[in-house]
Structure formats: C-alpha cells, structure tokens
C-alpha cells in the first residue's frame, strides 16, 4: 500500500509563500494524477490543483497565478508553491493521488495558517 507523507506547512503572515511536498513510497507513476485539497475548519473539502501523469495541470480559480502544482518523477514527490499567501488560505492541506481504477490514496494532511 502505498503512503503519502506531506511536509512543508506553518505559520506565514499574509503576502507570504510556503511550499508543500507530498512524498509517495513509491514510484507515483502507477498513478493516473495527483493533486492538492484543502479544508478549513467547518468548510468542505475543495480542490487546490491537480497535475497528471503527462503533466497536465488544473488550478482552482481561488488560486489561479498565486499557486502551482509541478512534481519530480525522480523523487516521486509532488510539490505545490504557494505564494502571495491569504487569510483565507488557512487550512489543512492533503495530498491526493489517484489510481486507473479510480481508487485514490491520501495523505494525513499538513496545516497551514495565514496571519493577517
């Protein structure tokens, strides 16, 4: 079974940049496409950005020229720059990967909190 572990989530004050890394166990290629969801407390789930295996990108238009999803095959690891950062940014951040079957694997999730 393979496992996402994020990393790279903190405290910025608005303006600011982080980026987030997800790591798979194993080689990402095995999936179709991997992506970014965030969740802030008491709000749904909501798509951040996508990339796919021929590396195909799809950002959500809340962050459309602020956010960008690219990923090293060689690392097996996904990566989401975030910058200009927004209070409205705060939330958990989870790493989602999806197989041919449909089937889609997640990460425990790394937390980010923008200060205003």
């Known amino acids: 079974q393979v496992q996402l572990a994020e990393s790279g989530g903190g405290l910025v004050q608005a303006g600011g940049s982080l980026r987030l890394s997800c790591a798979a166990s194993?080689?990402?290629?095995?999936?179709?496409?991997m992506g970014w969801y965030r969740q802030a407390p008491g709000k749904q789930r909501e798509l951040v950005a996508t990339?796919?295996?021929?590396?195909?990108?799809n950002h959500a238009d809340s962050v459309k020229g602020r956010f960008t999803i690219s990923r090293d095959n060689a690392k097996n690891t996904v990566y989401l720059q975030m910058n200009s950062l927004k209070f409205e940014d705060s939330a958990v951040y989870l790493c989602?990967?999806?197989?041919?079957?449909?089937?889609?694997?997640w990460g425990q999730g790394t937390l980010v909190t923008v200060s205003s």
């Open positions: 990339i796919t295996i021929g590396g195909s990108t």
């Open positions: 989602n990967a999806r197989r041919p079957s449909g089937i889609e694997v």
């Open positions: 194993r080689t990402i290629f095995s999936f179709v496409s």
